[in-house]
């Protein structure tokens, strides 16, 4: 106990919060986090990988049955199998993330009540471990595009976008669900059913023309849906109707994007408010 | 004392500052937690009850101490640690501390048992607050100090307990942080571990880095804390001397105060020692249950050892109804032969009987019995409460006892 004179730096303590701690150990968490939780998906079971390429490719095959045998929407829809695979991998990130991520904070519980620990790390982990499994499971569903003869084009660099435009909205919702879970425990069951809801409610099973009207109004409200028909026309068939014409113009594409932009700024909100005191909700 | 004390510390600068902390928990007499529930009742107002856990709670650490907080279970000792480490937010009043703030509110935080030694070492290393490649460098270190070297590809699921402990511990000690915040985590293991995390402290202490520990171990803080502060309901009753924290913490527990629980069980489990029988006799030995004023008290009390006691003190203390020790004396136990007792074995019980002379004015009156190691060595090892009696007389006089005075008041002759 050498009392060492020199100047001892008093920093306040803020509390929990966010991104409490730092950036760069948020950052170091965030990694750590989502990198295991993946190595824990791949190699904790026998068959890893294949099981969660396995999910997406049995309900593409259900329903590209029942598209192309029953209902017929394929005949309509140039490349439809390929346009259907790669949109239920697509939005199966989106769904993966989101009910995932209902319940992590609560799952995290030890990490939350007994370290200091950035709140935000928690929820966006689940969502960057879902963008991990999205990109391996995007090799193959290229590899399935290449083979059924669509080419590479600079086009496909657009998809870049699609994907940050969805990381973002992931988030967000994210986000929102997991910071409500532990204050309405009903949260989990409330967005399962909404993220069902969205699967049908968002261009993946057919494309936004072939809806009828009455319906298009109201599926392109779904912040959701020009996102898709991004994808589509970047990736799968440029002769599509991109997002602008497929909402019906300009104003069409208003609404979706007003959403979008509101559940961003809702989720900022109201997990800002939520994370100092979500230790003592759990 | 062989301890330094406030005096030593007082130069060293200041590295945690809090400033009339409060923190107050809602607790709800119905929790509401589903929507459903929002619903159907929308206009009624969950009903809560406003818990204050922490009162205006001012106080100083300086750098290279070692800062025991002390409590009954609900004192809000726990609170304070969390908010001090950026788990809970406080309501008002604030806290500023330097240095990195490391919080050990359980052995291995966020371990995993799906990976590795290695893995597991890395994920909770950054939770301690160190960068990814501080706490791969420091992977070795914390292996060698567990003990563990072969068993780092090893997942956790496949530890004992035991090693997880180590491997945790290890990680604690690696982490390095220069406030180290301890909430009881020396709960676990063993005595020899107990024992190891106490040498940990001492040296993290020596080497300048400062702890604040929350505990019911009144031996620790006796033994190892420079300074102790301790709350009740919230309040700061005392902050300073550690000694001292551990006795008012004891006369917190024995005189029932705040009413919760049987005093005489106090908060203090029998671990050391307990009292078999313990009674009052009167001068010609028959068992009272109160005494006379000025009558001598006959004591017979049985102690049991429930652990190794080495070189066994018993201090018995008269208390008065305000909780303040009126006087008090040391016994050595010694065996058949009149030699001291060097050690007694679990179980063992000692026999403490014979005539007190009788000072006390009318009132009510406890007897309390310390267990201490050894005497002139800090660290009482139990508190064990003996005794409640009255003593009634007719002259309550002033003060706190009669003394035996040989005073007289002669007129002087005038000059």
Known sequence: MNGDGSA?????????????????????????????????????????????????LMLFGVLLAVFTQVFRIGDQVPNYPVLLLFNIVVFGFFQEATVTAVQSIVNQESVVRKTQFPRLVIPLAVVVTSLFNLALNLVVVFGFILAWGIDPAWSWLLFGVVLVLLFVLTTAVSMIVSSLYPRFRDTAIIWGVAATVLFYATPVLY?????????????????????????????????????????????????PVAIYLATCALALWTFTREAPRIAEQL | MHRSGRSATARAPVVIEARAVRKSFRVPHQRIDSLKERVLHPFTRAEYRELDALKDVSFDVHKGEFFGVVGRNGSGKSTLLKIMASIYAADSGRIRMAGRVAPFIELGVGFNPELTARENVALNGVMMGLSRREARTRLDAVLEFAELEEFVELKLKNYSSGMM????????????????????????????????????????????????????????????CDRAMLLHHGELLHDGDSEEAALRYYRLNFSGEGGHGAPADGGIP????????????????????????????????????RRELERPVFGLHFLNAEGAVVFGFNVDPVDEDGRPVAAMGPGDRVRIGGRVQNPLLPGRYFVNCWV???????????????????????????????AQADVAARLEPSP
Not at chain 1, 41 to 53: H, I, N, P
Request: glycine content about 8%; aromatic content about 6%.
């Open chain 1, 8 to 56: 001892v730096e008093l920093r306040e303590v803020r509390g929990p919060s966010a991104l409490g701690g730092g950036r760069r150990r948020a950052l170091d968490l965030l990694l750590l986090i989502a990198v295991t939780e993946f190595k824990k998906t791949y190699f904790g079971t026998a068959l890893g990988y294949l099981w969660s390429l396995a999910r997406p």
């Open chain 1, 207 to 255: 494309p936004l023309e072939v809806v009828p009207d009455t319906m298009r109004s109201f599926i392109s409200v779904n912040p959701l849906a020009p996102i898709f028909e991004l994808a589509r026309t970047s990736v799968i068939d440029p002769t599509a109707p991109g997002p602008v014409d497929a909402a019906g113009g300009w104003d069409g594409i208003i609404a």
């Open chain 2, 165 to 224: 402990v180590r491997l945790a511990f290890a990680v604690m000690v690696e982490a390095d942080a220069d406030v180290m915040l301890i909430d009881e985590v020396l709960a676990v293991g063993d005595a020899a571990f107990a024992q190891k995390c106490m040498d940990v402290f001492q040296a993290k202490r020596s080497a300048g880095k400062t702890i604040v520990l929350v505990t019911h171990d009144m031996a620790t803080v006796q033994s190892l």
């Open chain 2, 372 to 402: 201490f190691r050894q005497r002139n060595q800090s660290g009482a090892l139990q508190l064990i409460k003996l005794l409640d009696f009255v003593v009634y007389g007719t002259s309550p006089g002033p003060g706190l006892i009669d």
């Open chain 2, 270 to 305: 029998d671990v050391h020692a307990r009292v078999v029988s313990a009674s009052l006799e009167d001068e010609s030995g028959v068992r009272v249950d109160n005494v006379e004023q000025g009558r001598a008290i006959g004591l017979d009390v049985v102690v049991e050892a």
